[in-house]
C-alpha cells in the first residue's frame, strides 16, 4: 500500500523505508519496534527543544495511525473490518504513555466469541490474524485499551453507558472498511440514542461525581490533571456536550454559534495547551502513564519548565500558582459553559416567564439574571447586590450563564471608588450577615473573581500553595474551608460535630466579626514576614473603611493576629499548669475574645486538611478553653497559684479514693515520695486511676517486691486517645524503648509524662492515636500493645528494636534540618527544649536515645506534627534534676540528637 507521510513525521521516522522492510520481513515485530522507539525518543527531544505542544500531540496520533494502518495492512485484515480510533485517540490527541484506544468494528458474519478451533474455515485466518495483530501492539510498546464489536453490539453497549458514547461519539476511522464505519456513525445520531438533552444531564452528572472523588476542589496540593476539577477532563466534557448538540467538531466553532467568545476560546485553548505541556512531560518524566502532580514530580518540572526561586516563593510555588491560576479559571469557564447548555438545552423547551426581584435583577427558570445587558455598567454595585439576592433567597438555583458572562465582563468596575461606594461597602457587610448562604456565595464571588477584585489582598492568595504535607490546600480554598467551618458552628443540624463551639455560637453576638477573622487569618502568607502580623493590619484597615465600631476592630483585627496562638498553646504547654493558663489568659484578656478565638481555631485546624483534625486536638482545645474562661472569670488578678492547684487537686483524688474505701494512711505514704509536680501534671481522676494501681500490687505483694513493670491501658474518652500508665523502676532508657515499641505498632504518641519517686519509682503516661488519629479501642488491639510493651520493659539490657517502617513517598520529598533549641525555666528549675525535624518513623525513640547517652532526665514531652515537620517540646533536666545551663553540655544533646535523627531513612 502507498502512504503519503507528511515531512513532519519522516523527522520521527524515515516511514518510506519501513513499508519496504515491511514488505520484506518476516515478522513486523522488530522494524515497527523500532519505529515506536524512535517517534517517542525524536519526540521527548522536540519537547526538550520546546516544539509546539499541539503540533507533538497531534503528529504522534499521526505517527501512530501510520504504525496501526501499517500493521493491519500485514495481517490483510482490511475486508468486513475497521480499524477505528477513539476516546482521546479519536480527536487526534495522543501523549508519549496515553492508552492507544481502538475499536475493531467487524460485521455479523465473523463472530469472534467463538473459539478458533469451531471458527468456519473462511473465518479462521480473519480470527487468527486479528489476534496476531493485538498482540503484535503490545509487543512493540504500544499501550493499548482495545474492543471487538459489531454495529449492533457497539450500539446496545452505547445505549447503557454514557461513557461509552462519548467515547464513540469521537471515533474516527485509521483504516480498513469505510462502509461499516459509516453504518457506526449513521447509528449513533442523537435521532436514534442518547437524545441530547438525557446526554448533556448525564454528562454533568458524571461530572459532579467526578468532583466529588476531588473534595470538590481543583486546589488539592496533589491534582489530578486530567480528572480533577479544571483539568483536562472538564474542557473534553464542553466538547462533547458541544458535539452532541451543535455537531461541531472544534471548540472554536462555539464562537460562531455564540455560546462561547472568542476571549473565552482563548482561554480554553491557552489553559488547554498549560496543562498538556504538564502532561506530556510527566509522561515522559515517569516513563509510564500518570495524570497525578505528584510532590514527586512538582519541583523537577518546576525547574523543566524555567521556574526560579524569586520573591520569598520557591520555584516550586510560583510553577503550581500558575498551575491553580490556569485550572481556576477553566473551571470558571466549564460552569458557565454548562450552565449556557442546560439553559439551552434542558431548560430550553420549559415555558416560563421572568419573575422580577427588583428594578435590577429577575428569577428566570430558577436562576438569578441581570434585568437587561447595561445593569452593572449602570449600577455597579449590583455586582455585589447579586450575591445578596441569592443569600436572601434559597429558591434560587444559581446564576444564569448570560449573567456570569456579564459579571465576569464588568469586573473592572470594582475598583477604588467601587470600595469607598458606602452602598457597596454596607451590601457586603450585609452578605456577611446573613442567617443563609454565606459560604455558598463566598465561594461563587471567588470563582467569578469578584470577591478577589473587592478585596485586592485576597487577590494574592488566590491559586497559592502551601509547599508542605500538612497544608492541603491553597491558601484561598483553605480560606473558604474555614469560613465553611465558622458557618457550620451556628447551624443546628452539624452541633453534634463541635458541641463546646455550638454552645458558644448560640450566644456570640456578631458572628460576622468570626467570619471576617475567618476571611483575613491568612490573607498575608506569602508576602514575607509574620503573615499574622501583616493580615492583623490589612484587617484592621477593612475594618475602619466598612465603619465597624473601634472595639469590633479591634476584635478582628486581634484575632487575625493571636489565630495561631491557642492551637500552639494546647500541643506545646502543658495547660495543667496554672501558669500556663494564666499566661494565656493575660493574652485573652476578656472572655468574649476567648469565645471568638477558640471557634476561629477549631474552625482552622480543621480547615487544613481532612487527616489534621482528631479527637485529640478536640480535647487539648476545649480543656484550655475551659480552664482559661474559670481563670478569666476569677480574674487575672487573682491567678491560681500551683501551691494552691496542688492542695485542691490532692483533696478531690483522696475524697474520690475514700469513696472506693481505700484508707487514707496508704495514700498519704504513697503521695509523700512523689514530687509536687506530680500533682500539677496529673488531674485528680489520673491520679486516683494511678494511685489504685499502685496500692493495688503493693497490697497483692506484701512479703516481697511488687513484680514491674506495671502497666495499664485505658481509652480516655474526655482527652479523646488512649492512655498507656506505666509503673516501674527508675531507668532513663524506658521512653526510647516505649516510644520505639510504639512506633513499630504504628501508634502516634501525642503526650509523654514522666514523674520519678523518692523510692526510685518511675510514674510514665503516654497518649497515643491510631494512624487515622482515632483512640485505640479493639480489646486484641490493646492487649497486642501490653504485651509488646512487657516484653521490651522485661529485657535485662536496653535494645532499641530496629525501625520497621519507612518513610512515605511524599515524605521523602521535603527534607528539613533538625533544629534543637534550648530555653532556661528558672522558676520551675527545668530545661525546655524545642526540637524541629522532618517526620520520620520512630524519631521519638531516637530522640529519646540520644538523651540517655547524654545522661539526660525527661520529665515531659509535647508531641505536635504538621504534615512532614514535627515541632517537639521536652522539658529536660541533668541527672542530678538541675536545670542544664551549661553551653557545652547543651551542644553535646544538640549534636547527638541531630547525629541520631539523621541515622532515619
Not at 527531544?45 to 501499517?70: G, K, M, P, Y
Not at 458557618?487 to 455560637?505: G, M, N, Q, T, W
Not at 487573682?638 to 479514693?657: D, M, R, S, T, V
Amino acid at each position: 500500500m502507498q502512504l503519503t507521510i507528511p515531512a513532519s513525521l519522516e523527522l520521527l521516522f524515515d516511514f518510506s523505508s519501513l513499508e519496504s522492510e515491511l514488505a520484506e520481513s518476516k515478522t513486523p515485530l522488530l522494524p515497527l519496534k523500532a519505529a515506536v522507539k524512535s517517534i517517542y525518543e525524536k519526540q521527548t527531544q522536540q519537547f526538550q527543544e520546546q516544539h509546539n505542544i499541539v503540533h507533538l500531540i497531534r503528529e504522534r496520533s499521526h505517527a501512530i495511525d501510520i504504525i496501526l494502518t501499517l500493521a493491519w495492512s500485514y495481517y490483510n485484515l482490511g475486508e468486513n473490518a475497521a480499524l477505528l480510533a477513539v476516546g482521546g485517540y479519536g480527536r487526534g490527541e495522543l501523549h508519549p504513555h496515553s492508552d492507544v484506544d481502538l475499536l475493531l468494528l467487524h460485521d455479523a458474519e465473523h463472530p469472534l466469541d467463538i473459539p478458533i478451533e469451531e471458527q468456519s474455515e473462511s473465518n479462521k485466518d480473519f480470527v487468527e490474524n486479528l489476534q496476531f495483530f493485538i498482540t503484535l501492539l503490545w509487543d512493540i510498546g504500544l499501550e493499548i485499551g482495545h474492543s471487538v464489536r459489531t454495529v449492533d453490539e457497539c450500539i446496545k453497549e452505547a445505549e447503557n453507558d454514557i461513557t461509552i458514547i462519548s467515547n464513540l461519539m469521537e471515533s474516527r476511522l485509521i483504516t480498513g472498511d469505510h462502509i461499516l464505519y459509516e453504518q457506526l456513525a449513521s447509528q449513533l445520531s442523537p435521532r436514534n440514542i442518547w437524545p441530547t438533552k438525557d446526554f448533556t444531564a448525564a454528562k454533568i452528572q458524571e461530572k459532579n461525581q467526578r468532583y466529588r472523588k476531588f473534595n470538590e476542589t481543583a486546589y488539592n496540593l496533589e491534582p489530578n490533571i486530567k480528572e480533577g476539577p479544571g483539568g483536562l477532563r472538564d474542557i473534553q466534557l464542553i466538547g462533547w456536550v458541544a458535539k452532541r448538540h451543535f455537531n461541531v467538531e472544534s471548540l472554536k466553532e462555539l464562537v460562531g454559534h455564540n455560546f462561547l467568545t472568542l476571549h473565552e476560546y482563548e482561554q480554553l485553548e491557552n489553559g488547554q495547551n498549560f496543562l498538556w505541556k504538564i502532561r506530556f512531560a510527566l509522561h515522559i518524566l515517569c516513563r509510564r502513564h500518570e495524570e497525578r502532580l505528584l510532590f514527586d514530580y512538582q519541583r523537577e518540572l518546576a525547574q523543566q519548565f524555567g521556574y526560579t526561586d524569586c520573591e520569598g516563593k520557591l520555584a516550586v510555588e510560583c510553577f503550581m500558582h500558575d498551575y491553580y491560576q490556569t485550572v481556576m479559571q477553566l473551571e470558571r469557564l466549564n460552569e458557565m459553559l454548562l450552565q449556557y447548555f442546560q439553559e439551552a438545552i434542558i431548560f430550553g423547551d420549559a415555558d416560563a416567564e421572568p419573575k422580577k426581584i427588583n428594578r435590577r435583577f429577575i428569577n428566570y427558570k430558577g436562576y438569578i439574571a441581570a434585568a437587561n445587558q447595561n445593569i452593572f455598567r449602570n449600577y455597579p454595585f449590583a455586582l455585589l447586590e447579586i450575591f445578596l439576592l441569592l443569600c436572601q433567597d434559597p429558591e434560587l438555583k444559581g446564576v444564569r450563564a448570560s449573567t456570569i458572562r456579564l459579571i465576569r465582563a464588568n469586573n473592572y468596575l470594582i475598583d477604588d471608588s467601587f470600595r469607598k461606594d458606602l452602598r457597596c461597602r454596607s451590601l457586603f457587610m450585609e452578605i456577611l450577615r446573613q442567617p443563609f448562604g454565606i459560604t455558598h456565595e463566598m465561594r461563587r464571588m471567588n470563582r467569578y473573581g469578584v470577591l478577589a477584585a473587592y478585596i485586592p489582598e485576597f487577590k494574592q492568595i488566590v491559586g497559592q500553595m502551601q509547599h508542605d504535607l500538612y497544608h492541603a490546600y491553597t491558601v484561598d480554598e483553605h480560606t473558604l474551608k474555614v469560613l465553611r467551618n465558622t458557618r457550620r458552628l451556628f447551624v443546628r443540624k452539624h452541633a453534634d460535630e463541635l458541641p463546646l463551639a455550638s454552645k458558644i455560637a448560640h450566644y456570640l453576638p456578631k458572628p460576622e466579626l468570626l467570619y471576617m477573622a475567618a476571611l483575613f487569618h491568612d490573607i498575608a502568607k506569602g508576602r514575607g514576614g509574620r503573615h499574622e502580623q501583616l493580615g492583623a493590619i490589612d484587617a484592621e484597615q477593612f475594618c475602619q473603611k466598612h465603619d465597624l465600631n473601634l472595639r469590633d476592630t479591634r476584635l478582628v483585627s486581634w484575632l487575625v493576629k493571636n489565630h495561631l496562638v491557642m492551637s500552639m498553646t494546647a500541643q506545646r504547654k502543658d495547660i495543667n499548669d496554672p501558669a500556663v493558663i494564666h499566661e494565656f489568659a493575660l493574652l485573652v484578656g476578656e472572655s468574649h475574645y476567648l469565645d471568638y478565638l477558640y471557634m476561629l481555631t477549631v474552625s482552622d485546624i480543621r480547615a487544613t486538611s481532612p487527616k489534621v483534625w482528631n479527637s485529640w486536638k478536640d480535647s487539648l482545645l476545649s480543656q484550655l478553653y475551659n480552664l482559661t474562661k474559670i481563670a478569666l472569670n476569677k480574674g487575672l488578678d487573682n491567678p491560681q497559684q500551683q501551691e494552691e492547684c496542688i492542695k485542691n487537686f490532692k483533696a478531690i483524688a483522696l475524697g474520690k479514693l475514700t469513696d472506693k474505701h481505700y484508707s487514707q494512711a496508704p495514700v498519704i505514704e504513697l503521695w509523700n515520695t512523689l514530687p509536687d509536680e506530680y500533682f500539677i501534671k496529673f488531674q485528680p481522676e489520673e491520679i486516683v486511676w494511678q494511685t489504685e494501681a499502685v496500692l493495688n500490687i503493693s497490697e497483692n505483694d506484701t512479703n516481697k517486691s511488687p513484680v514491674l513493670p506495671l502497666i495499664l491501658i485505658r481509652t480516655h474518652e474526655e482527652r479523646g486517645g488512649t492512655e498507656i500508665f506505666i509503673y516501674t523502676k527508675k531507668e532513663d532508657y524506658v521512653f526510647a524503648l516505649v516510644t520505639s515499641t510504639l512506633s513499630q505498632l504504628v501508634l502516634d504518641v501525642t503526650e509523654a509524662k514522666t514523674v520519678s519517686s523518692s523510692n526510685d519509682r518511675t510514674y510514665h503516661t503516654y497518649f497515643v492515636l491510631e494512624e487515622d488519629g482515632s483512640a485505640v479501642t479493639d480489646n486484641d488491639r490493646i492487649e497486642t500493645i501490653l504485651k509488646s510493651l512487657e516484653d521490651k520493659l522485661a529485657q535485662d539490657s536496653f535494645v532499641l528494636p530496629a525501625v520497621s517502617q519507612r518513610l512515605s513517598r511524599s515524605q521523602k520529598q521535603f527534607s528539613l534540618k533538625t533544629k534543637v533549641q534550648f530555653d532556661e525555666d528558672l522558676e520551675n528549675n527545668q530545661t525546655l527544649m524545642t526540637i524541629t525535624a522532618s517526620n520520620r518513623p520512630a524519631l521519638l525513640s531516637h530522640i529519646g536515645q540520644a538523651l540517655v547517652e547524654c545522661h539526660i532526665s525527661l520529665d515531659n514531652a509535647k508531641i505536635s506534627t504538621f504534615g512532614e515537620k514535627v515541632e517537639d517540646v521536652f522539658v529536660i533536666r541533668d541527672k542530678n534534676k538541675q536545670i542544664i545551663t551549661d553551653i557545652k553540655q547543651q551542644e553535646d544533646i544538640r549534636r547527638a540528637i541531630i547525629r541520631r535523627a539523621d541515622e532515619i531513612e
